[in-house]
């Protein structure tokens, strides 16, 4: 009996993923596989004031009202406790960028020792917070003492050009490394602290959507500019031969509400609920004319946000490929996409037209219980479970 019971598989414990936007949390619980994971229940619970997300009493407050609904609907009061938890925070709280440093050796000619390597990657990791830290003081005004650096990891490693997975042993002057940082304000990420404690859990760790989708396109070879459209935020991922770099611009769905209220006269939920009705083709022909109008319009304003993005990162152009993938909310609206295509020929300069798809579950290594329904929106805490759980949150 002992010996059958040695073999006896293992049952594998659940997993929880909650992803703090600015207009909603949305949770999952899911079973951690070796080829693919496994889906058990989604929820999603609205933030009642738009665009809170911060730690400031009142407005954690209604944070955890909505957490508390997607726990309660998940069914897991008694066991959160003991889960392991893995927590995503819109780009308002959480930001991810990547950084390219060069080095040159003197002692070209000899093979990298242990020493070496642990000395080079020190060097490069203090390199890559400094650039990093200029490049929010340069672009937000944000001093570096304001600022904390969550985690680090090198993405990959050149010698005079080739790729290697290693430094140990290896000759050579000239080194390239890519290295993935992930930050925030620290007045902004006190609300992980908190959460953690309204959480109960030790087992809780942090992570951007970028360390799980990584991993997904490397799996299914794809290629291209991913943009997640949230609330308030658009996040560009351009993937070519890994992540080329990361950054985002502070337009999203919201601005199709505010839009919409500002034409018709509505309250920020009667515009909220008629432009969720639009997405779904539930309205009448007129009431639908008069919004695609207003919806057509505005998505002239988040593309000419897009283009100004891309435009300062002109060797992301070369990642498009014909290739562009949405996901998160505010995909949903029927004039991103149109506009992506109808545009696309004046707004990048490409030699062939943009081909403007939706990431979608069946692209990812995942299978989903029963008929759990999976919109775009699900898409930024479904990539959370492809991220490597046991490395250390710094």
């Known amino acids: 009996m002992k010996f059958l019971r040695f073999f006896k598989q293992k049952k594998q414990k ?27 229940k989604f929820s999603i619970g609205e933030i009642e004031k738009f665009g809170v997300l911060s730690a400031d009493d009142f407005e954690l407050a209604i944070v955890k009202k909505a957490t508390q609904k997607v726990i309660d609907e998940l069914g897991i009061q008694e066991q959160i406790s003991e889960m392991p938890i893995l927590l995503g925070f819109s780009p308002k709280i959480l930001k991810a960028r990547i950084i390219k440093v060069l080095v040159k050796r003197k002692n070209k000619g000899q093979k990298i020792t242990k020493e070496e390597e642990q000395r080079i990657y020190r060097s490069v990791l203090k390199k890559a917070e400094k650039q990093v830290s200029d490049q929010f003081q340069k672009e937000f005004g944000i001093i570096p003492q304001d600022l904390k650096i969550l985690k680090r990891e090198i993405l990959g490693n050149k010698i005079s050009g080739y790729n290697i997975h290693s430094l140990l042993g290896q000759t050579g002057e000239n080194l390239d490394f890519k290295i993935l940082i992930v930050l925030g304000l620290r007045d902004n990420l006190k609300i992980f602290q908190q959460l953690k404690t309204f959480l109960g859990s030790e ?51 919201a601005i199709f509400t505010r839009e919409i209220c500002q ?23 007129g009431v639908r004319q008069k919004i695609e109008d207003i919806v057509s319009e505005t998505s002239k304003i988040w593309l000419t946000q897009l283009k100004e993005k891309l435009r300062k ?18 995909s949903l609206s029927p004039g991103i996409k149109k506009v992506l295509e109808r545009e696309s020929s004046k707004a990048f300069p490409l030699p062939q037209t943009l081909k403007v798809n939706f990431l979608k579950v069946k692209d990812l290594p995942l299978e989903v219980q029963g008929s759990i329904p999976l919109s775009p929106r699900a898409l930024p805490p479904i990539l959370l479970t492809f991220s490597k759980y046991a490395k250390k949150d710094y």
């Open 313 to 330: 990162k002109t060797k992301g152009y070369t990642s498009l490929a014909g290739s562009l993938y949405l996901m998160g909310g505010g």
């Open 263 to 285: 034409n018709l006269g509505l309250t920020e939920k009667e515009g909220e609920e008629l432009k969720r009705r639009f997405f779904k083709n539930q309205l009448s022909k």
């Open 14 to 40: 659940d997993f929880l993923v909650l992803d703090f936007g600015t207009s909603s949390v949305k949770g999952l619980i899911f079973e951690k596989r070796a080829k693919v994971n496994l889906i058990k």
């Open 203 to 253: 087992n809780i760790n942090l992570f951007h959507e970028i360390e799980g989708l990584v991993v997904t396109v490397r799996n299914k070879n794809l290629t291209g500019i991913f943009l997640d459209i949230g609330k308030e935020f658009t996040q560009i991922f351009s993937i070519k031969k890994g992540v080329e770099w990361i950054g985002e611009f502070p337009v999203g769905g």
